[in-house]
């Protein structure tokens, strides 16, 4: 099974980018890399999902570099409403194998 | 589209009591799963579908079944509750290599 590690919490302050990373190191050929985000009391919300190198949507960026070990979520210029617990994923889609972490709890300060 | 629907919201239960937590979804996804996602933690895979007929079993099955008759409909059932099967569950559905939409979720206590 793909086994991710993440920070378990941040700090940041508005207006700053917040780069978050998650270790796979067992990660296999045919597995993506998926983020999700989720706010108190509510389920979660993909952010966006790649296989190598970088993808780049209208909320974030994500980085992976050549051996695919690691990945590094990027939000640009945070605000209070990116306060949330962000999930990395790694797996092929819907398969047995996909497992959510127990995620890295972002706190943006004023 | 009204997504993904879940209903109770919130549900109460005794020991030893059965109920379906039902789940549906208008976008015509193939992909639908049934998480449970305990205080402070991440989500765990309970069962899921990859269409209509299809049903596996995820990281924690014990204690709930599925049935998949329709491609719109998943419900979860919980034979015999028990308090750790207190949680709150979350229904998603995706199509085949996509992002998964997530319900609103069913807060249950079981006393």
Redesign the interface.
Known sequence: LAKTTQPISMDSYEGQEVNITCSHNNIATNDYI?W?QQFP??????II?GYKTKVTNEVASLFIPADRKSSTLSLPRVSLSDTAVY?CLVGV??N?D??????TRLTVKP | NAGVTQTPKFQVLKTGQSMTLQCAQDMNHEYMSWYRQDPGMGLRLIHYSVGAGITDQGEVPNGYNVSRSTTEDFPLRLLSAAPSQTSVYFCASSRQGHEQFFGPGTRLTVL
């Open positions: 998926t999700y009391s509510q389920g979660p919300r993909f999902q999930y889609y819907n047995n996909m497992r959510f972490g127990a995620g």
